[in-house]
């Protein structure tokens, strides 16, 4: 066998799979999946290892309004589409992009639920009472109150703008899919605040407002995003029945960290008085050396007897 011959063969091996590929029998509503070897504004062709190449108009990819084909689409890309047309008209196979993720997005959209997957997607728009992203090709809802941890009020500020959310709700037989910011934003908080909290000392004396009364004590806002507890057994070194009747929201006090325990920070009132009342007894301590110089005095002048 001459080397031309062995190189011959070889060749015919090594492309046995995608000849057989190229003669596969291809219907309309087959799932396929190719690689992208084109991009233009109106359309993405794709090598599906057949004897024509694959076409999708940018119409079938995604309903996604913000959606660029040259920005969000790259050449090596694999993207899996339905067969809507086995001729276009000028020889290739026209595809359905978005017919395919609808059989295939929800599955990915449960998983994504179940193991609580961070997405970044982009607002895309805004409705009634929150705005709209696109995960998997699929419309997305996110609630105004799910946006952010504090009350949005212009939901239009929002628009174009990248953010991380979870899959709170992936309902395919009611095609409602609902995701949410808040629980990242809140977890985030968390850990920086955590964070914060490691680094306050026991002992530490500082300054803060009310922010909640409550029956059991008062939570006080330290600034920086951190706040602790004065439970009503450390508001005062007198016996507080309600914190209500000591303390209103917006009040000024002054407090000592007496723990930090499981990321918390427990606050005392009670423990300053003490200290000022300690204070004043080590400066009143040294009266009964005056005292006893006006006794002795005393006593001098009650010895003296006047004639």
């Known amino acids: 066998m001459t080397d031309e011959l062995e190189k011959s063969l070889?060749?015919?091996d090594d492309y046995a799979d995608e000849l057989e590929a190229s003669f596969k029998k291809i219907r309309e509503g087959d799932i396929l999946t190719g690689t992208v070897i084109g991009v233009s504004e109106t359309e993405i062709t794709l090598d599906l290892k057949y004897y024509t190449d694959g076409i999708i108009k940018l119409e079938d990819y995604t309903s996604d309004p913000s959606f660029n084909p040259k920005e969000d689409i790259h050449v090596g890309d694999e993207i899996t589409a339905t067969v809507i047309r086995r001729d276009d008209g000028e020889g290739h196979i026209l595809l359905s992009a978005r017919e395919a993720n609808e059989v295939l997005a929800w599955d990915k959209l449960k998983k994504y639920l179940e193991e609580k997957t961070v997405l970044t997607v982009k607002v895309g728009g805004v409705v009634k009472s929150g705005v709209v992203a696109y995960v998997e090709g699929i419309r997305g809802f996110i609630p105004a109150s799910k946006l952010s941890l504090h009350y949005v009020e212009n939901?239009?500020?929002?628009?174009?703008?990248?953010?991380?959310?979870?899959?709170?709700?992936?309902d395919e037989e009611n095609k409602r899919l609902v995701l949410s910011a808040r629980e990242i934003l809140r977890e985030k908080e968390d850990e920086e605040r955590k964070a914060r909290i490691s680094n306050v000392e026991v002992g530490l004396v500082t300054e803060g407002t009310v922010e909640s009364v409550q029956s059991y004590g008062a939570f006080i806002d330290l600034g920086g995003g951190l706040s602790g507890l004065v439970h009503v057994s450390q508001i005062s070194d007198k016996r507080v029945k309600?914190?209500?009747?000591?303390?209103?929201?917006g009040d000024k006090v002054k407090v000592k960290v007496i723990a930090v325990k499981d990321g918390k920070l427990s606050l005392s009132m009670k423990a300053l008085q003490d200290v000022a009342a300690e204070e004043i007894q080590e400066e009143t301590y040294d009266l009964p050396q005056s005292d006893g110089l006006t006794t002795s005095l005393g006593s001098l002048f009650a010895k003296l007897k006047l004639k």
């Not at 309600?242 to 929201?249: E, F, M, R």
Request: aromatic share 4%.
């Open 10 to 12: 070889e060749t015919m």
């Open 242 to 249: 309600n914190p209500a009747s000591v303390l209103k929201v």
């Open 155 to 170: 939901l239009e500020e929002w628009l174009g703008r990248e953010i991380q959310v979870q899959v709170i709700t992936a």
